[in-house]
């Protein structure tokens, strides 16, 4: 790509005079070869790397060869982060009136920029006259930065720098502003690409691959979700799950919609398609595979979760609730492995926050027993995320009195308390805040199912009483978790109703007798060595 203009080159020659290599031949030749072409990432290496005391090399982004054999898209969005953040590190430079650094970093993004756009274009097909009109626009205010900067380093002069602060800081503001709208375009662009060869390619081939490059997109954030909601992404991927001769193509386009569908765009074209009948179609359909069905399910989920609050216009899914949740306990109750029975049991247990009618449907099922039965065979419920979501689905049911005899019979009150221990094996963070959700939910289970005096009998007998006592006088043992403490705490006292005698006096003082407040501060303040 040849540069527009002479400003540019003239900011080149100051660092070379400085060389005092100017008049050798091959670097004159050089000089006189930049305005025909230009090498980004040598000229990056060249100005943007001064001599410095200052050290600060594991802040260096400059792209090394092993990006060269990324998929394209991969590396656009890659080079973007990188601009992205050298523009917020150029503003905390300029903050602290570091003028050196400020325009080897400006130097740094303006390759960064030429090379992305040069990179960008060398794949891409079609591009639009807007594009393009973005390209020149940052590209010439990118060179109008540098040249902006290259003054600042060449006059000590305060109120001069001063004056031309607010200048740069103006520029930096422009830059990242046409950097922001161009890579929105490039994005809008490429997703409209790959959904124009989803919608129109009879090749099995570039579909799978049309899609597996949009999922792609899906996992760089909701952004790119959004994007691809508003260019028609969740009505063509319904297009293909209607579709028999892609149905080896369902999982995978599946799992690209659940992506999709954690924004609100995505929710509201699923909506207008009737995606959820033709979910419930999939999940419904014996003839195919448990991986369609696992992936079906996993849609389910990503559009129940509790934590999205645009689930309210699904009124479709109303309609065809009870068809999902009796295929969705099959699916637990058939699954091969771990990770089909996950899919299926957070489906279910967000669908149970979702409407209360759930837990009715389920009881007919008896789902209560299958979840149960599901949870003695270590291969299936094989994690503290599966337990959680078996867990969340059993504390929503026991609102209703019936749950209590099938807790009873299927051996639940056991299970609960073995929650009660859920440690985590890793140490991740993760898995310590799900280990932290099955204690919680467990003990809130146990307290709404001792409303019961038989299963309330049964924990006595289980020595629930001193695990709940355990847990809240321990810290360690509920992970410092405060909504573990509260659960417990509400569960003893059940407990303690139904059973005083179990209690020793001081227990009963502590953690019964008070207000929950004044309970709930003691143990909050206890020492981990008194109990």
């Known amino acids: 790509m040849a540069f527009k203009g002479e400003d540019h080159l003239d900011s080149l020659q100051l660092p070379v005079q400085r060389m005092h290599l100017i008049q050798v031949d091959s670097v004159q030749r050089w000089m006189e070869d930049l305005k025909l072409m230009t090498d980004c990432e040598c000229m990056c290496i060249l100005q943007s790397k001064p001599i410095s005391v200052e050290k600060d090399e594991q802040n260096e982004l400059i792209l090394s060869s092993q990006y060269s054999t990324c998929d394209n898209l991969q590396l656009l969005l890659k080079r973007a982060w990188i601009i992205s953040t050298e523009l917020t590190r150029i503003a905390q430079k300029l903050e602290k009136n570091r003028w050196q650094r400020v325009h080897s970093m400006t130097v740094r993004v303006n390759c960064h920029v030429r090379s992305m756009i040069n990179e960008y274009n060398t794949f891409t097909r079609n591009s639009s006259e807007e594009m393009h009109q973005f390209e020149k626009l940052l590209i010439d205010k990118c060179s109008e930065f540098t040249a902006f900067t290259e003054r600042c380093i060449q006059t000590e002069d305060e109120q001069i720098l001063k004056s031309m602060k607010s ?63 508003k260019e028609g992404g969740v009505v063509a991927l319904f297009k293909i799950c209607r579709q028999d001769c892609f149905r080896c193509l369902y999982p995978q386009t599946l799992r690209t919609l659940a992506s999709i569908c954690c924004v609100e765009e995505g929710m509201h074209q699923l909506e207008k398609v009737d995606g959820i009948l033709c979910l419930a179609g999939i999940l419904t359909d014996n003839s195919h595979s448990e991986a369609t069905h696992a992936e079906a399910a996993a849609v389910i989920a990503q559009i129940t979760s509790p934590h999205l609050t645009f689930t309210q216009h699904l009124s479709s899914f109303l309609e065809n609730m009870e068809e999902i949740v009796t295929a969705l306990v099959k699916l637990c109750q058939e699954a091969s492995s771990g990770e089909v ?54 504390a929503n049911m026991s609102v209703l009195d019936q749950c209590a005899s099938e807790i009873i019979q299927g051996n639940g009150v056991q299970l609960l308390m073995e929650m009660l221990f859920e440690r985590s094996s890793s140490g991740s963070s993760a898995e310590v805040a799900a280990c932290e959700r099955v204690q919680q939910k467990s003990a809130v289970t146990l307290a709404r199912l001792s409303r019961d005096p038989e299963v309330a009998d049964a924990a006595v007998k289980l020595s629930c009483i001193p695990r709940l006592i355990k847990l809240c006088r321990s810290p360690t043992e509920r992970n410092n978790s405060d909504s573990v403490l509260v659960a417990c705490l509400a569960a003893l006292r059940r407990l303690a109703v139904m059973s005083p005698d179990g209690l020793e006096d001081s227990d009963f003082q502590q953690l019964v007798k008070p207000r929950l407040v004044d309970s709930f501060l003691l143990c909050t303040n206890m020492e981990e060595s008194f109990v």
Request: hydrophobic share 50%; with cysteine; charged share 15%.
């Open 167 to 229: 200048c740069i800081n103006e520029t930096l503001t422009t830059v990242a502003q046409y950097f922001g709208q161009l890579i929105e375009l490039v994005l809008t662009h490429e997703a409209q690409n790959l959904l124009r060869q989803i919608e129109l390619s009879d090749s099995m081939y570039i579909t799978e691959s049309a899609i597996s490059s949009l999922f792609s997109l899906t996992q760089e954030g909701a952004h790119l979700c959004r994007i691809i909601a």
């Open 341 to 394: 029975f996950l899919l299926a049991s957070a489906a279910l247990a967000n669908i149970t926050f979702f409407d209360t009618m759930a837990c009715e449907i389920l009881l007919q099922l008896n789902a209560m027993k299958i979840l149960l039965a599901a949870c003695s065979d270590k291969h299936i419920v094989d994690t503290p995320y599966s337990r959680d979501q078996v867990v969340t689905i059993l």
